[in-house]
T-cell receptor, first 114, second 117 residues
Framework: GAVVSQHPSWVICKSGTSVKIECRSLDFQATTMFWYRQFPKQSLMLMAT?????????EQGVEKDKFLINHASLTLSTLTVTSAHPEDSSFYIC??????????FGSGTRLTVV | QQQVKQSPQSLIVQKGGISIINCAYENTAFDYFPWYQQFPGKGPALLIA?????SEKKEGRFTISFNKSAKQFSLHIMDSQPGDSATYFCAASCPRNSGGSNYKLTFGKGTLLTVNP
């Protein structure tokens, strides 16, 4: 089945630094990828939709300059959290649409900003 | 506006029992209704999904019941096991170009299922 590989699985960074999270589709081409944020015991909140070769579409209230999304190839999308602060600490999850079969999710990245 | 309402928020079931989680939606343009299982620290994994042209779909111990007129769908877990203890999310999505949604999923708030041994 379709697999989305997300790295790193966890990362700790200092306040003010930037962190990049990668999602790769391993055995299929992902034209569209989605990035979510999830707080403890809450649902997934869609941050943005990225389409290969074009600018990402951000959901209302998501700072595009803080959460930079790049989808430069059909198998790789990246989320960069710039100038991270403790309030950016969260669980970030990517997902790719896999045709008519639905969506496949990455395993998530736990970001802790200290 | 919450487009997919999920209940209950939490559920405790004895081993061997039936777990039932319900969802209601508002957007009649939704045409794909998946259920996801999520364990702590992991991404969601697809359990089962249904499209509105059928009223029920069964895969092993998991069954989706779909009521298009009531705009409701539910997940039934038969013979629930302690290993089923996880958070379950219902979701829905629209076809491409339906209001510019570009296939994005709308999630319910989740149900924490605990199956006691």
């Amino acid at each position: 089945g379709a697999v989305v590989s997300q790295h790193p699985s966890w990362v700790i960074c200092k306040s003010g630094t930037s962190v990049k999270i990668e999602c790769r589709s391993l055995d299929f081409q992902a034209t569209t990828m989605f990035w979510y944020r999830q707080f403890p015991k809450q649902s997934l909140m869609l941050m943005a939709t990225s389409n290969e070769g074009s600018k990402a579409t951000y959901e209302q209230g998501v700072e595009k300059d803080k959460f930079l999304i790049n989808h430069a190839s059909l198998t790789l999308s990246t989320l960069t959290v710039t100038s991270a602060h403790p309030e950016d600490s969260s669980f970030y999850i990517c997902s790719a649409r896999t045709g008519s079969n639905g969506y496949t999710f990455g395993s998530g990245t736990r970001l802790t900003v200290v | 506006q919450q487009q997919v309402k999920q209940s209950p928020q939490s559920l405790i079931v004895q081993k061997g029992g039936i777990s039932i989680i319900n969802c209601a939606y508002e957007n009649t343009a939704f045409d794909y209704f998946p259920w996801y299982q999520q364990f702590p620290g992991k991404g969601p994994a697809l359990l089962i999904a249904i499209r509105p042209d059928v009223s029920e779909k069964k895969e092993g111990r998991f069954t989706i019941s779909f009521n298009k007129s009531a705009k409701q769908f539910s997940l039934h877990i038969m013979d629930s096991q302690p290993g089923d203890s996880a958070t379950y999310f219902c979701a829905a999505s629209c076809p491409r170009n339906s209001g510019g949604s570009n296939y994005k999923l709308t999630f319910g708030k989740g149900t924490l299922l605990t199956v006691n041994p």
